[in-house]
């Protein structure tokens, strides 16, 4: 039942609950064979990860999940098979953490001002040693009873046109997928189905994507499991004639993405980003 490969997850190099090595290790009790660890805007995990998935006997792929902007709006891109310490990728994620200190801070200076005093602190200690995401305010949101769960503290304060929304200083979509691309990796559109839009948007931005080097999106995502689903997804993979990837998001126990491995089985006519991996080194 379990996929055997999971090309998108998290941990508390970003904003997953599992270090590094405990997500490898739950990979493996998953049956995963091959994980990739995509963590928001950083390569930092990845040096644990390996290690761990030496010992565990599985094969990991360098990756991460790179915020964008297209548009005016944010999207995540993918990066699979990276050679993590390529410079130009480096200074570039420098570049992302100074963004998300700063877009940190402001949405919990205006969550303060709100009234949500201890917000900063909260989401700080729920970080560790990661930058801060919208997911430790909401956990923070949550564990100090300010809300009942993780989609009430999105509705409620952390997703666009609400009081603790920033809009992040992200990097330009196009300028993004170079960065994968320089540094030997292949760039995946995330969760398609992610990001609100329509069937027309979605298709201008695979047109822009594809435009600007992009070579695989994501088919069977954790976070759109339905069968209509994948198969919407499907139809856009064929036509765009991308590579197909797969990955449940998961991001933790105690979160409410699915579980490793936990994602959908990829329509078996669709060529998987997989093959194309070994060639780049990955
Ligand atoms: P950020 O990149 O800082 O904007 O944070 C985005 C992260 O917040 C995502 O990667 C998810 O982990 C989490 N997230 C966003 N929306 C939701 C939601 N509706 N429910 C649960 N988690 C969410
Ligand atoms: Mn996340
Ligand atoms: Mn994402
Ligand atoms: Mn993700």
């Not at 994620?93 to 998300?100: C, G, H, K, N, P």
Request: hydrophobic share 40%.
């Amino acid at each position: 039942m379990s996929a055997s490969h999971d090309l998108h997850c998290h941990s508390t190099a970003s904003d997953g609950h599992l270090t590094p090595a405990a997500v490898v290790h739950r990979a493996a009790d998953q049956g995963v064979t091959t994980l990739a660890l995509t963590d928001h805007d950083t390569v930092a995990g990845l040096g644990d990860a390996q290690a761990a998935a030496s010992t565990a006997g599985i094969r990991l792929i360098a990756g991460l999940e790179l915020s964008v902007l297209w548009q005016g709006r944010t999207f995540h891109v993918v990066g699979l098979g990276v050679d993590s310490g390529e410079p130009g990728l480096q200074d570039g994620l420098a570049r992302m953490q100074r963004a998300r200190q700063e877009r940190g801070e402001a949405i919990g200076e205006r969550l303060e001002r709100a009234g949500l005093s201890g917000a900063r602190e909260g989401a700080r200690e729920a970080a560790g040693t990661a930058e801060i995401t919208r997911a430790h305010y909401a956990r923070w949101l949550v564990e100090s009873g300010n809300v009942r769960g993780y989609e009430e503290a999105f509705k409620r304060y952390l997703r666009r046109g609400r009081v603790g929304y920033v809009h992040g200083d992200w990097v330009a979509m196009e300028e993004g997928i170079e960065w994968i691309r320089r540094a030997g990796g292949i760039a995946v559109l995330a969760h398609p189905l992610g990001y609100d839009l329509t069937g027309a948007w979605i298709r201008r931005t695979l047109d822009a994507f594809t435009a600007a080097g992009g070579e695989a999106m994501e088919v069977a995502c954790g976070t759109s499991p339905e069968p209509r689903q994948v198969q919407q997804l499907g139809g856009w993979c064929r036509r765009y004639a991308l590579l197909a990837s797969s990955g449940s998001d998961f991001h933790g126990p105690g979160h409410p993405s699915r579980e490793i491995g936990g994602a959908p089985a990829l329509p078996a006519d669709l060529p998987s980003v997989l093959e194309a991996l070994p060639e780049r080194g990955g």
